[in-house]
Each structure stands twice: as structure tokens, then as C-alpha cells.
């Protein structure tokens, strides 16, 4: 009796499975027959059930972007179009939207010049995925065994010497690859960065709605979040300025 249970269990479990995965492909598929049509607001309800049943994608982020902007809602758009960016950094349809969205937004900040080396290792770990620095890291761990191996059993020293300067060489590729893999997954993980979604917004001195009005931001700008407290978030914005703004204002990537 408890074995027929148990399996009567699984059996509904994967059933059930099953079934989750044909509706978000059915809605996915209708989401796409919507957009295809003309039917953006359509196509965004199913692309959101599908979020809603827990499921994500770099397409299912970029899809719903573009239903957002076709709507001309540009905060919602930018929004998705910088979650799909943290799956797939690289992608270039989802960065040439992104930058045509952000041209309709009214705020125009001038970022703080970035340190030219902290530039480039962010452009070389976004040239791909945090799955394919993982698969790298394996791969140079890998050779390590494999060279070091070579070192130890080797009987000719030229066999050893290849065998040592390759472990070494493996190992600096190990390491480079391991922190982009992390530093990857960890943009990924870490919510610290938000859209503005009301049409415009006062940042305030202060945590309190009777503060000091600092300035004011518009549907679609960036920000990185810095601190909490209660109902109330600091924020920083691309040239440096930080003030307070109300959580129901934006939305975290």
C-alpha cells in the first residue's frame, strides 16, 4: 500500500510536470502569434503568466521587451531588455534595442568616466555567458591534471619541462576564468540596479517625504541601489548624485 502511494504520487508529480511545461509552450507560442499580429498587450499577458510559473529566458525577457516597447510603456521595456542582458551580456539585438529604447527616455546623464582597465575585463567578461566561463573553468582544471600529470611521469626532460609551463599556463587561465565565472554569476544574483517606472520621480535628502527635493528622474533611467530603510531606498545615478526615493517608484533588474 505505501509502494502504490509513492508511486501514485510521482506519477501525479510528473504529470503535473508535464502539463506546466505544455501550457508555458502553448503560451509562449501564443505570446509570439500575438506579437506577430499586432496584439502587444496579448502577447505580454501570456509572456508574464509564463514568468509567473517560475520560468525565465534571455528570448522570454527580450520578447516581453520588445511587447513593452511596441506599447510605448519605455520603463517596463528598458527593464526587460537589462534582465536579459544579465543572462546574455553579449547579445547584440538585446543591446541595439536597449540603446534604441534608452534614446526615448528624457533624463541624459553623463556617467563618470570608468577606469579604463575595469572597462576592458568588463568587456572581456561579458563576450560571453557565466555558463561558458563555468564550462572554460572546468576545461583549464582539466588540463592542469592533465599537464601536471605529464611532468610527473614523463622520463625526457623536455616532455617535463612541456608538461610544467603548461600546468602553469592552465592554472593563470584557471584562475582568470574561475573570477569571471563568479563575477558573472554574481551581476546575475546581486538585485542592486533599478528602473524608474513612474513618469518622474523627486529624489529626496532624506528618507521623508517632507525632505529636500535634490532633483528629478524620469520613466526608464538606471540606478544602483545603496541602501534600504523601510519603504524608502538611496540610490546613485549614472554621474554620481545619490539621494532617497520611495521602493514603489522603481523596479530592480
Known amino acids: 500500500m505505501k509502494r502504490f502511494l509513492i508511486y501514485t504520487i510521482l506519477l501525479f508529480a510528473s504529470v503535473s510536470a508535464t502539463m506546466a511545461q505544455q501550457t508555458s509552450t502553448e503560451r509562449w507560442e501564443m505570446g509570439n502569434k500575438a506579437y506577430m499580429e499586432g496584439a502587444y498587450d496579448k502577447a505580454i499577458e501570456e509572456y508574464c503568466a509564463i514568468l509567473e510559473g517560475g520560468e525565465y529566458s534571455m528570448e522570454l525577457y527580450y520578447n516581453l521587451a520588445n511587447a513593452y516597447f511596441k506599447m510605448e510603456n519605455i520603463g517596463k521595456a528598458i527593464l526587460y531588455y537589462n534582465k536579459a542582458l544579465r543572462i546574455a ?7 541595439h534595442n536597449l540603446a534604441i529604447a534608452e534614446t526615448r527616455t528624457k533624463d541624459k546623464i553623463t556617467a563618470v568616466p570608468e577606469f579604463f582597465l575595469h572597462r576592458w575585463m568588463r568587456v572581456v567578461r561579458n563576450s560571453v555567458s557565466c555558463n561558458a566561463w563555468g564550462a572554460l573553468s572546468v576545461l ?8 601536471v ?5 614523463a622520463s625526457r626532460l623536455g616532455v617535463r619541462k612541456a608538461g610544467f609551463y603548461g600546468a602553469l599556463c592552465s592554472l593563470l587561465l584557471f584562475v582568470a576564468t574561475t573570477a569571471f565565472a563568479i563575477s558573472s554569476r554574481n551581476d546575475i544574483l546581486t538585485e542592486d540596479e533599478a528602473i524608474v517606472m513612474s513618469s518622474a520621480i523627486s529624489v529626496k535628502s532624506s528618507p521623508d517625504r517632507s525632505a529636500t527635493d535634490l532633483f528629478v528622474l524620469h520613466e526608464g533611467t538606471k540606478l544602483r541601489i545603496v541602501a534600504e530603510f523601510d519603504e524608502w531606498i538611496e540610490v546613485v545615478i549614472a554621474d554620481g548624485k545619490k539621494g532617497w526615493t520611495e521602493r514603489k517608484n522603481i523596479e530592480t533588474i
Do not use: G, H, K, R
Open 89 to 95: 551580456p553579449s547579445q547584440e539585438d538585446v543591446l
Open 140 to 147: 583549464f582544471f582539466a588540463l592542469i591534471l592533465t599537464f
Open 149 to 153: 600529470l605529464l611532468f610527473l611521469l
